[in-house]
């Protein structure tokens, strides 16, 4: 069964980072909430071992977790990533994260490992404007990435957008190629100042929610999630109003829907100040050193899992469960409008009660 913390959230996933290191240097990156600690090309000492790395899986697929994310930095500069994927439980749903220019040549290797689903990220379609973004010349290489992944097996594919400043302009562009291209989906991703910096590049993303609302014939909510899907078809927007469809209440079928062609799939993640967001979370993270991490936004609840023996593992995985709060709402509270942190929470952690 999977553990549950005291705000009545079941962790039944896990977000693994296999390397801090990567061949892109995109100037919104946060790798994963630790900053810009990115190194060398060559392997680290402090990377985990394949072994740790499975090691953890079977530990806590033992608590029901029943899907994994690998991610980086970039996890395909892991000589050993298909290793890994063949070593997870069965049980585990495997995706990855990636820039996409390891793809061509290891897609079928990896799927072959067991790999289920995987998120290329894409942020322009115009190689100059992906050049300055992501401080590589490697546009070409992540669009055969892209290829080599649907031919693979692997639709749909998701391409991971990051929305601020530089990038809203694009956004229109991006939705009519997912809609162009059978295979693709769109996932927009909030820019997040708190971890990235630059907040004058931050927009208000429910224009963005707006303006897909405006596009799209429908609009699937799944109240678990918080997350609006928008299914918007290539070309001009249609003056009808959109289907409105709750998936969580059993009452429509989805199969019975009419097909739409040069439909695309668009979803966006809107963490920042979104205590609904936060109110949902089902995930733990473990840094590429091998620390459990409760919450991507903070750097105080790292913690250390000892030799990695799986009882060091278990107990330290229970301990992180046990201590997760929503970031907004609990450790970040509204007063005055401003979301300020929690004193009362942060003294508790500083200086916790005599047992």
């Known amino acids: 069964m999977p553990l549950e913390d005291e ?17 892109f240097d995109c100037v919104y990156c946060h790798n994963e909430g630790l900053g810009d600690t990115r190194g060398p090309m060559d392997p680290q000492d402090d990377e985990m071992t394949a072994d740790e790395v499975v090691r953890i899986l079977e530990v806590v697929s033992e608590f029901g977790i029943d899907s994994v994310k690998f991610t980086g930095g970039e996890p395909m500069l892991r000589d050993d990533l298909e290793e890994i994927i063949r070593r997870t ?137 918080g997350r609006a899907r928008y299914f918007i078809a290539e070309g001009e927007a249609t003056d009808e109003e959109p289907v409105r469809i709750d998936l969580d209440s059993g009452d429509t079928d989805l199969e019975a829907l009419p097909e739409t062609a040069g439909e695309g799939m668009v979803e966006i993640v809107d963490p920042v100040e979104n205590a609904e967001f936060c109110a949902n979370c089902h995930r733990v993270r473990v840094t590429h050193d091998g620390k459990f991490k409760g919450c991507l936004n903070r750097h105080d609840d790292h913690r250390p899992m000892g030799a990695m023996s799986k009882a060091e593992i278990r107990e330290s995985f229970r301990e992180t469960v046990a201590n997760r709060v929503p970031y907004y709402g609990e450790y970040m509270v509204r007063e005055d409008g401003e979301w300020v942190p929690n004193e009362e929470y942060l003294d508790a952690v500083e200086s916790p009660a005599d047992d």
């Open 7 to 23: 705000f009545g959230r079941e962790v039944t996933g896990i977000r693994i980072s296999l390397t801090d290191r990567c061949n």
């Open 89 to 225: 439980p069965e049980e585990m749903e495997v995706s990855m994260t990636t820039n996409g220019t390891f793809l061509p040549g290891r897609a079928t290797d990896l799927v072959d490992a067991g790999l289920d689903r995987v998120n290329v990220s894409q942020d322009a379609l115009d190689p100059d404007d992906f050049a300055e973004l992501t401080q590589s010349g490697a546009y070409d290489r992540v669009i055969e990435g892209v290829e080599a992944a649907l031919d693979a097996g692997l639709a749909p594919v998701k391409l991971n957008m990051v929305v601020f400043e530089p990038t809203a302009g694009y956004v229109p562009q991006m939705v009519d190629h997912v809609a162009r291209n059978d295979g693709l989906r769109l996932q927009l991703i909030e820019y997040m100042p708190e971890i990235s910096g630059h907040p004058e590049w931050a927009i208000d993303i429910d224009r963005v929610h707006d303006w897909l609302a405006e596009q799209a014939h429908r609009i699937e909510r799944r109240e678990m999630h």
